[in-house]
């Protein structure tokens, strides 16, 4: 696989090195012998989308039309970057609203994922130079990632063990609805989209309650698309965090997908969403941080895969 970079570099307590800076970054060097270090820091593709800011609108398209729009740009194919924009329904006449850009292309593809319950990223294919940008929701279909295991003697992968957390009050019931301009009435509305797929038996009930008043006087498809924004933000309740050996679990662990837990008991075992990962390398060990989450407790799958 290959990463486009933006690389910067800097170091602390130093003196500037005016050859090695050359216009990149500053480059420092230790004044004390033998301590010298350099630290280089670097970015996705996603820096190329957030350069320049444009003034622009989009009559009688939808969301998609727009991600595709801004992403199958000749300045962003030129960098091997494929859209794999999912299709939005919502397709607004000029006569009743205008899309438009004040800002960057990419503040404009987060915010219309946001708008949409969808999330935005850019990952690398097994083609070199070849990036994929995917607009759409989260994956949380398809075969799980092999499991991380606990106490489980010669198959444990995880350092130490995983730390669970439930939170109670994370989970939200959203009050959406809109005023029917003939009989003003307020009429509950019903999300555009059902809700992604659970990957935990028992959700944690929600324990608060919100009303969205600024949808009253949408029409019903919008008024449809912030309800199932709104839905899909409800906080995930559980979440877990711990660390992998790189070595044990014979690949890099992937952010962005599902992954099995095995070797914790049926209330935290099964299959989660793997929110965030950070690769730890030094000399003579890799070890990933990860964080994990999903709705609630009980697993959903009879067997986790290994």
Do not use: C
């Not at 969301?63 to 992403?71: F, P, W, Y």
């Not at 989260?138 to 130490?160: C, F, H, I, W, Y």
């Not at 924004?229 to 906080?235: D, P, S």
């Amino acid at each position: 696989m290959s990463l486009f970079f933006l690389f910067f570099f800097q170091a602390e307590d130093g003196i500037r090195d005016l050859v090695r800076s050359r216009g990149l970054g500053d480059v420092y060097k230790r004044q004390r012998p033998g301590e010298a270090r350099l630290v280089v820091t670097g970015e996705d593709l996603s820096r190329m989308l957030d350069r320049r800011e444009r003034s622009r609108t989009f009559p009688n398209q939808s969301d998609a039309d727009i991600v595709r729009g801004i992403l199958g740009a000749a300045e962003y194919a030129m960098l091997g970057l494929r859209p794999d924009v999912t299709t939005t329904r919502i397709r607004p006449n000029e006569t009743q609203r205008v899309p438009s850009q004040q800002g960057t292309d990419l503040a404009t593809i987060n915010a219309l994922a946001q708008r949409n319950s969808y999330v935005f990223y850019i990952e690398p294919t097994a083609v070199p130079g070849q990036s994929v940008a995917y607009w759409g929701p989260e994956k949380r279909l398809g075969a799980p990632q092999p499991a991380l295991t606990v106490d489980m003697g010669a198959e444990t992968n995880v350092e130490s063990s995983i730390s669970f957390q439930l939170n109670a009050l994370g989970p939200v019931e959203h009050e959406v609805g809109r005023q029917e301009p003939a009989s003003r009435q307020r009429l509950p509305t019903l999300p555009m989209a059902p809700a992604r797929p659970p990957l935990a038996r028992t959700p944690a009930a929600a324990l608060r309650q919100t009303i969205d008043r600024q949808a009253a006087k949408l029409d019903s498809d919008r008024a449809g698309q912030v309800a199932a924004t709104t839905a899909g933000r409800a906080a995930d309740a559980l979440t877990a965090t711990g660390e992998v050996d790189a070595g044990r679990y014979g690949r890099a662990l992937r952010a962005r997908r599902l992954v099995g837990v095995r070797g914790v008991g049926d209330s935290f075992g099964g299959l989660y969403y793997v929110s965030d990962v950070r690769h730890n390398i030094s000399v003579g060990t890799y070890r990933m941080s990860f964080t994990l989450s999903r709705e609630g407790i009980g697993s959903t799958v009879p067997v986790v895969p290994v």
